[in-house]
């Protein structure tokens, strides 16, 4: 069976350990031939020492090579003269040049995590949020303008290509996902403004016109700001949620705040030829260095890596092992065996890594 190698970028704050923990479990749960952890350099600190975020070799590595995993980039100090976070340049760039066009972010509360949702504490929030990742607001980042100190404005762009291929992504992946909703069936929420923009009008009727091709999937509309009500509300009616990208990114952070937080929500970035995998937090500088983050984020990223390369692959042992660490990942947590900080336990990092290593034998 074939190698994968693994375009690997540490990065900066809790990047470097959340990224070791997530290599030491996905070898453990594919074998160590398996899966070839290349590493390369990048983040707010490699551009402390070189002037380069994201160097030539790195960026070829993350194209050419079978997937890349991200521990984290960015540190609230090192910024550009305008005042922009270098860091975030990183993670852009890749975005950007490699067409990582959904953003995926699934919102799942695992056993034995605290919901501040109670009534859904024993069961029903599992669904995903595709963030489009290369449009919408986002597209207009250094474009913007300020003028005399007075006036200032972004533009939102919306295309029919992009938007096609986003919705598709949504209802494709309804069709094949394992989780669903209470009722059961097969659904994509569009979130938008369609009732007060034009370009989120668009957006929605590029989505309907998607949605002709898959009529055993139901599609739904909300409104961003109804739905943050909905998904406190009703997480259980949601399958596949499809987003325009500001849209997005905000209410994926709502989501992962229901079931536990930053420290466990993971997240994909995928194209056509490349994905990205890291946990949906930022380098968090406060904790680095301590052994305090919780790795599980960035290992459930790697759990989506795995599956993702089965499928591209028609690789069954990838997804075995993806099953492995996920329901490892489930152990540790419903027994409490090791329950990070920010869950409101005393595991370290490597506490937590360790039992989710051992979970699986
Ligand atoms: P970004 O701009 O990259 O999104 P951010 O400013 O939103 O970053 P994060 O780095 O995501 O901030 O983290 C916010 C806070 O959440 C951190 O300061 C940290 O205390 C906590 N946090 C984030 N990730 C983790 C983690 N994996 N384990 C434990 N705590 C975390
Ligand atoms: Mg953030």
Redesign the pocket.
């Known amino acids: 069976m074939a190698n994968y190698r693994i375009a690997t970028i540490e990065g900066d704050g ?1 990047g470097p350990e ?1 990224a070791q923990a997530t290599i030491k479990v996905l070898s453990e749960a594919c074998g160590a031939a398996k899966l070839d952890f290349q590493m390369f350099e990048g983040g707010a600190g490699h551009y402390m020492k070189t002037g380069q975020v994201l160097p030539d070799d790195t960026f070829k590595a993350c194209r050419d090579l079978d997937a890349i995993l991200h521990g ?1 980039a ?1 540190l609230p100090s090192v910024t550009y003269p305008d005042g922009t976070e270098v860091g975030n340049d990183l993670h852009l760039r890749l975005r950007f040049q490699l067409d990582l066009y959904a953003n995926v972010r699934p919102v799942k509360l695992l056993p034995g995590v605290l919901s501040p949702l109670r009534a859904f504490q024993d069961g029903g929030i599992d669904y995903v949020i595709i963030r489009e990742n290369t449009e919408g607001l986002y597209a207009s980042r250094g474009a913007g303008v300020l003028l005399r100190n007075e006036f200032a404005s972004d533009s939102l762009v919306i295309t029919r290509k992009g938007t096609e291929r986003v919705a598709k992504f949504a209802f494709e992946l309804s069709r094949k996902r394992r989780g669903a909703p209470r009722d059961g069936k097969r659904r994509v929420t569009v979130c938008d403004k369609a009732n007060i923009l034009r370009s989120y009008a668009f957006f929605r009727s590029v989505c309907d016109e998607v949605h002709t091709g898959f009529p055993d999937v139901e599609i739904d509309y909300a409104y961003a700001d109804a739905i943050t009500v909905h998904m406190v509300k009703r997480p259980d009616f949601y399958d596949v949620i499809v987003a325009e990208n500001m849209f997005g990114d905000i209410i994926s952070d709502l989501g992962a705040a229901t079931v536990g937080g ?2 466990i929500s993971p997240s994909g970035e995928i194209g056509d030829a490349n994905a990205l995998f890291q ?1 949906a ?4 500088p ?2 680095a260095g301590q052994n ?3 790795p599980i ?1 960035t290992i459930l990223s790697g759990v989506m890596m795995l599956r993702w390369l089965a499928d591209r692959h028609e690789d069954t042992s990838l997804e075995d092992a993806a099953d492995r660490v996920e329901a490892a990942v489930g152990v540790v947590l419903s027994e409490k065996r090791a329950v ?3 869950l409101g336990g005393k595991a370290t990092c490597s506490d937590v890594t360790d039992a989710i290593c051992r979970a699986m034998n």
Do not use: E, K
């Open positions: 809790i959340v984290a960015g930053m420290g946990g937090h930022g380098s968090a406060d904790i305090l983050a919780s984020a990070p900080v920010d």
